[in-house]
């Protein structure tokens, strides 16, 4: 059987780093054409003497130039422009999306004209402009498979989306589930970044302890699902075992459950429709998990999540202005310049201020963004 043929954008992030730990496992079934990444060219130059991929790209002319030096028979390019042309392969069986920002955007639209499957890592990409790139795939025929825990959990459940009443998605609540609206307002970056369950990127664990991230990713679980946000439900359930459920129209209620670990989400969204061996997790033990506990948002505690149902109701641009205010908030948290409550307060700022556009284009998309990140860190100075 021919090999699958595929790209990773972000080879060197959490989810890229997983992603080859599965593919290094069942290296029988997959060919590594291409790697992306951003400076980490440490790594990256690991991955190229493990892998041999034919082509890859990097962040900067400095990289570029660094990574020429051992590896001058290498196909080496740099920038966004190389990110595109990457994309443009259509040898390539499967694009796995695993950057973090609007960067993983004109990329993955690349990938779907030229016919090439999707495993999607990459929040931005629905969150910014889901509409445009659901209906792009559509139209070209492209599937894109989730890589979140929680949409991958969805998809495993889903027989027929015309039968299913209402999406289920599952939060751990993060490190200040049971902190006071005080404790969150004077926690510090360590205790932030101190996720009881998962291990992510610093970035992603900021937006979890916000229940940012639950926010996106309810957005984009009406983008990939075809499902009105009236229909979206989020539960706090702290174990992180159920990662998430669907109800049938009959009542039925099916949830995926198992270990807290990323390598099976990415591993079903690269070999699907299939199963396989792979990287070993440990088997769910039901007595040993004992009970499952679940409890509703507190929005008070948590005002990101409300801004990030209120966003996507509203639509077009609302949902580009909600990002991009956050992520610039989170960077200036992460920098000690503010405090984490204050980046709720600062995106509710960005959000009462910004003129919606409707149906915006994918470069007026990119105007706003940039325009609201702007305007986001003149705030902050202030």
């Known amino acids: ?21 599965v593919i290094e496992k069942i290296n029988d079934k997959f060919e590594i054409v291409g790697l992306t990444a951003g400076n980490n060219v440490s790594l990256l130059k690991e991955q190229i003497i493990k892998f041999k991929p034919s082509v890859v790209c990097v962040g900067s002319e400095e990289a570029k130039n660094e990574l020429k030096q051992e590896f001058s028979s290498l196909k080496i390019l740099s920038g966004s422009e190389g990110l595109v042309e990457v994309c443009s392969d259509k040898t390539l069986d499967l694009l796995v999306v695993a950057v973090s920002g609007k960067i993983g955007l004109r990329p993955t639209l690349t990938a779907i004209d030229n016919g090439i499957n999707i495993a999607l890592a990459n929040k931005e ?16 025929g492209v599937p894109i498979l989730p890589i979140d825990s929680e949409h ?10 015309a039968d299913v009443r209402k999406l289920i998605i ?5 490190p200040f589930l049971n902190k006071t609206l005080e404790d969150i307002k004077q926690a510090t970056v360590a205790q932030t970044l101190a996720h009881p369950n998962w291990n992510m990127g610093r970035k992603i664990t900021v937006d979890s302890a916000t229940l940012m991230n639950k ?31 669907i109800e049938y129209k009959d009542g039925s209620v099916i949830a995926q459950i198992g270990v807290p670990s990323m390598h099976i989400p990415i591993q079903y969204a690269i070999t699907y429709p299939n199963r396989v061996e792979g990287v070993k997790t440990a088997s769910f033990d039901f007595v040993k998990a004992r009970q499952f506990d679940f409890f509703a948002p507190d929005f008070e505690k948590f005002p990101c999540l409300k801004m990030a149902y209120e966003a996507g109701k509203i639509g077009g641009s609302s949902t ?9 908030a989170v960077f200036a948290f992460l920098e000690d310049k503010i405090k984490l409550f204050n980046i709720a307060e600062i995106v509710e700022e960005m959000m009462a201020k910004h003129t919606v556009v409707k149906n915006p284009t994918i470069d007026e998309i990119f105007e706003i963004d940039n325009e609201i990140r702007v305007k986001t860190r003149e705030f902050i100075n202030k």
């Open 125 to 140: 990409t629905l969150v910014m402009a889901g509409d445009i790139v659901m209906k792009r795939a559509k139209d070209k």
């Open 215 to 245: 926010g996106l990713e309810v957005i984009e679980a009406h983008h990939l699902f075809s499902m009105d946000y009236s229909n979206i439900d989020v539960v706090v359930h702290p174990q992180s075992i159920i990662h998430s459920a």
């Open 320 to 328: 580009v202005c909600l990002n991009a205010a956050n992520e610039e």
């Open 170 to 174: 599952t939060a751990s609540g993060g």
């Open 1 to 21: 059987m021919e090999k699958k043929r595929i790209t990773i954008l972000g080879s060197t992030g959490s989810i890229g780093t997983q992603a080859l730990e």
């Open 152 to 161: 991958c959990a969805i998809h495993q459940c889903i027989k027929n989306i």
